[in-house]
């Protein structure tokens, strides 16, 4: 059974920072990558961010680049996404989600981030 559980979302204000994270477990480990998308409202599920769980590269959606970043721990199973100089349209529900680079085969349940200007 997967189980991807998410935290850190939040309230934060026009260039602070926030820090979310994922606890993989099951099947969640036969993943290549683990990805973070994101979905505001009234709009499509986008990516963000990826890492690949045997050399940690990642790779970055454009406006999120310098801004964000996709770290792992593989002891303990857990991929992070430290957002800083956070933008009003970074708000958006935020989706850890397991597969190959790009694209998930399992999603979290998803964590709140709201910017306010």
């Known amino acids: 059974q997967v189980q991807l559980v998410e935290s850190g979302g939040g309230l934060v204000q026009a260039g602070g920072s926030l820090r979310l994270s994922c606890a993989a477990s099951?099947?969640?480990?036969?993943?290549?990558?683990m990805n973070w998308f994101r979905q505001a409202p009234g709009k499509e599920r986008e990516f963000v961010a990826a890492i690949r769980w045997s050399d940690g590269r990642t790779y970055y959606k454009n406006a999120v680049k310098g801004r964000f970043t996709i770290s792992r721990d593989n002891a303990n199973n857990t991929v992070y996404l430290q957002m800083n100089s956070m933008k009003p349209e970074d708000t958006a529900v935020y989706y850890c989600?397991?597969?190959?680079?790009?694209?998930?085969?399992?999603w979290g349940q998803g964590t709140q981030v709201t910017v306010s200007s």
């Open positions: 989600a397991g597969g190959v680079v790009g694209r998930a085969d399992y």
């Open positions: 099951g099947r969640a480990f036969s993943s290549t990558a």
